[in-house]
């Protein structure tokens, strides 16, 4: 094999098992991964440019992980600490939008429960959730009374899907839902990997008479396979400010408000 080649092989190679190892570990300081695969600075900047260009990797602050996709999405372990200051900002502007709204679905996934702490307390207030960890939490505070609906259980997130699942939920009236995606293309619709979770969350967004769409900004201008519903289905997205003025008003023209908070 010409020496080109086989260069090109090695780069191949090593481009793959560095999306292997951030899909395993999360977020991973880019200084460190010159010495985790025995070659230069350069070669990882090389590296992460050609998989920033796939769309495979993101970059940020000196560290680098792995984007979602149409066969990998992150740990519920992994999505409580990331971009955390972002998503309690998202999580309070959204909870002062619920308005007179009296049963509310909750989206499995963290920034949906951040949301769900943020209700005010002095009123009673029903929850749907498709998500176990939701259902435990707010089940414990007294002027909630929440109801899971039942399913098979994901391991990866502990929400719950298939046809029992949106049965419960198409049998259902809501006022308000708020939902997450694992990205938001550039054309506005909202996407993840799962066939399974985006036959739910769909089924939500069709029982409620309002909807709430919330996720950080490294959600948007991504891809992740099932699209379940649109931008211009939902009364307004909410994001934080890391996300340029300019990107909000190009989403903005796709159908809906953009809330940077």
């Known amino acids: 094999m010409p020496a080109v080649a086989r260069s090109q092989e090695r780069a191949d190679e090593r481009r793959a098992a560095l999306v292997e190892m951030l899909r395993q570990r999360g977020n991973m300081a880019v200084a460190d991964l010159p010495d985790v695969f025995g070659v230069s600075a350069e070669t990882i900047r090389r590296d992460l ?27 519920r372990e992994e999505r409580t600490t990331r971009n955390a200051e972002e998503k309690l900002r998202i999580a309070r502007v959204a909870a002062q939008r619920i308005g007179t709204a009296e049963t509310i679905f909750i989206d499995e ?11 005010p307390q002095n009123r009673k207030l029903t929850i749907v959730t498709s998500s176990l960890p939701t259902a435990c939490e707010l089940a ?17 997130t502990l929400g719950v899907v298939d046809p029992w699942s949106v049965s419960m939920l198409e049998s259902m009236e ?55 519903g649109r931008l211009a289905d939902v009364e307004c997205a909410i994001t934080g400010h890391e996300m340029r003025e300019a990107t909000a008003r190009r989403y903005s023209l796709l159908g809906t408000e953009i809330v940077r908070a």
């Open 174 to 228: 809501l006022d308000l839902a708020i939902v997450g995606a694992n990205g938001v293309t550039e054309k506005g619709w909202l996407t993840t990997p799962d066939p399974a979770v985006a036959g739910t969350k769909r089924a939500a967004m069709a029982a409620a008479r309002r909807r709430i769409f919330v996720g950080d900004h490294s959600k948007f201008g991504q891809s992740t396979f099932v699209r379940f």
């Open 49 to 75: 440019r050609v998989l920033e260009d796939r769309r495979e990797v993101t970059r940020a602050y000196g560290s680098v992980r792995a984007v979602e996709s149409g066969t990998f999405e992150t740990n």
């Open 109 to 119: 996934g963290y920034l949906p429960l951040v949301v769900a702490r943020e209700f």
């Open 140 to 156: 414990k505070l007294p002027h909630l009374t929440v109801i899971a609906v039942g399913g098979r259980v994901r391991a990866s």
